[in-house]
């Protein structure tokens, strides 16, 4: 088999959330548990952190790559979903898996596969603990796929777990409530295992708290007075955010978008529970603190540089300035228009996409009024009609026209837009997914 016709297979005869929906989606760790045998555990042969929640779980997750990375450790690192190609997914030290093993995987693995029929992700996350076995790595950096307590990731024992926030999304399979979500995700709460707690509301807070109360897991609330790390964020022009600290001196992070203060915050609060550990034993001796923050300062600069991460308020062109971000839901658009509004420019163009089991209306509210639309839809199977979109669109007084796909939406924006206007590309991880396979 070719490496497209392993991916073909992967993606159109494995069942899979993400190109199904919710008939993709298989509840439940039997299946994993007969494929973790099958392979002998591999999860038990490495150090993991585990990384929950609604939004940021991306961000978190390769801020954490990064600064393991930048401390010396051999880190591998799992995210899902990819943006250009699979092998995003599964990477060591910031190199992809290669092509190579994603065939040989499969192609020696395909009978026993088709008897057990596991998902798409219980396939993806047994590769991937397999080859972080065989690649020796030191600590892995595990994305859960979706909700926490059936999510096939939910095998291993880390040595801290984090949950970045909790929003409505995914209520088909999660719950209708913010108490009933932040349940599922809770799942990951392990005895005896620090958990961290991003943001936290009045619902979800004392969920949080009986789960970790339940398994004797200290519990870290990281906006807490005495535990928050983040004083202010301020926005640079070169689009990276200058912080300030309560204990570390100031410092600039590359990724730009306003909700990355909340999520440097989170990932500060899991570096401060791995110097608990003494996974980062040298930040206790003050000799060294100059040059422990000196890495972290590298680490933080260079977040995309080191992992690979995209589509987090990427800046993509300048002149016109084109910027997409991955956010795919209320709450992510909550940031991403406040993001909007700071925006200077003449006039500003917004290419948006959705998948059909968002909250589209509750998304559409947030949009700007003084932009120009692209509607477009995302090649996913899941992708909401463009047409659609446009004409719930004007119910909401944003004007412009439909386009079949990514790529053409955003012909035509640049067509349109002079050096003084701004391109937003966005809406759906799968909308930015589009726009970047359509630049390669």
């Keep these: 088999m070719t490496y497209s016709e392993v991916t073909d297979y992967l993606f159109s005869q494995v069942p899979s959330y993400e190109s199904q929906g919710a008939s993709g989606y298989k509840e439940g760790l039997d299946t994993t548990l007969k494929l973790d045998e099958h392979f002998d555990h591999p999860h038990e042969y490495f150090r993991s952190i585990h990384i929950a929640g609604t939004n940021g779980k991306g961000s978190v997750s390769h801020s954490i790559a990064a600064l393991l990375q930048v401390f010396g450790y051999r880190v591998g690192l799992y995210t899902s979903p990819h943006l250009v190609d699979f092998t995003e997914r599964i990477r ?17 693995e395909k009978d026993f596969l088709e008897t057990l029929k596991p998902s798409f992700f219980e396939i993806t996350t047994a590769m991937a603990f397999k080859y972080f076995k065989e690649m020796e790595v030191d600590i892995a950096v595990i994305e859960v796929g979706l909700g926490g307590r059936l999510d096939c990731t939910n095998i291993i024992t880390p040595i801290v777990c984090a949950i970045t926030n909790i929003s409505l999304d995914h209520t088909q399979l999660l719950g209708n409530s913010l108490e009933q979500i932040a349940m599922e995700k809770g799942g990951i709460i392990k005895a005896g295992i620090p958990v961290v707690i991003g943001e936290a509301t009045p619902e979800t807070r004392p969920v949080f708290e009986q789960l970790a109360e339940a398994v004797k897991a200290p519990i870290y609330f990281a906006e ?11 926005p640079l022009p070169n689009g990276h955010i200058l912080y300030k600290a309560h204990h570390l ?7 730009g978008g306003l909700y990355q203060e909340k999520n440097t915050n989170t990932v500060m609060a899991i570096m401060h529970r791995l110097m608990d550990s003494g996974y980062i034993s040298e930040s206790y001796s003050p000799e060294n603190q100059k040059k422990i923050q000196a890495e972290m300062n590298r ?17 993509i062109h300048r002149h016109p300035t084109v910027v997409c971000d991955t956010g795919h839901n209320v709450a992510g658009w909550d940031y991403i228009s406040r993001q909007l509004a700071t925006v200077k420019c003449k006039t500003m163009r917004i290419i948006f996409g ?3 089991d968002k909250d589209v209306y509750g998304m559409m509210a947030l949009l700007p009024k003084d932009a120009v639309y692209y509607f477009t ?10 047409t659609s979109l446009q004409v719930f669109g004007e119910q909401f007084g944003l004007t412009g026209k439909a386009y079949p796909t990514v790529a053409q939406a955003y012909f035509e924006a640049q067509t349109d837009a002079g050096p003084d206007d701004f391109i937003f590309v966005g809406g759906s991880s799968y909308v930015v997914a589009d726009f970047l396979k359509s630049r390669n």
């Design 377 to 386: 839809k995302p090649s996913s199977k899941r992708g909401f009609p463009e």
């Design 299 to 315: 680490a933080l600069q260079h977040v995309s540089e080191i992992t690979g991460l995209k589509g987090r308020w990427q800046t």
């Design 224 to 234: 807490d007075e005495g535990e928050r790390e983040i004083i202010s964020a301020e």
């Design 354 to 356: 959705v998948v059909e």
């Design 92 to 108: 060591v030290n910031g190199i992809p898996i290669p092509q190579d093993y994603v065939v040989e995987f499969v192609e020696k």
């Design 249 to 255: 001196a100031d410092f600039e992070g590359e990724l």
